[in-house]
């Protein structure tokens, strides 16, 4: 599914299909969890509580270090993937 990135006030968004929402029992105002998968270098959306986040044991703050961190390195890592 393509989806536009939009502005609201000094952040980028971008919003979720109505089938994706409805699939996924999602609410407003519910929190979820985005995390960058590198593999393949697309982000993962899964709501507090569901299979993804109970089997892999990640937290969220583990997940905006992690975050931080490929960001720092993003170049060493990128050319260390090379070799």
Known sequence: MEQTVIKVGNS??????AG???DKN???GQKVI???????DALVVAS????IK???GITPEFLDWLEKFNNKYKTALTELAKK
């Open 34 to 40: 985005v995390r960058q998968d590198l593999e393949v």
């Open 54 to 56: 109970k089997s892999s």
């Open 26 to 28: 999602l609410k407003a």
């Open 20 to 22: 994706f929402v409805k």
């Open 12 to 17: 980028l968004a971008i919003t979720l299909p």
């Open 48 to 51: 507090l509580g569901s299979p």
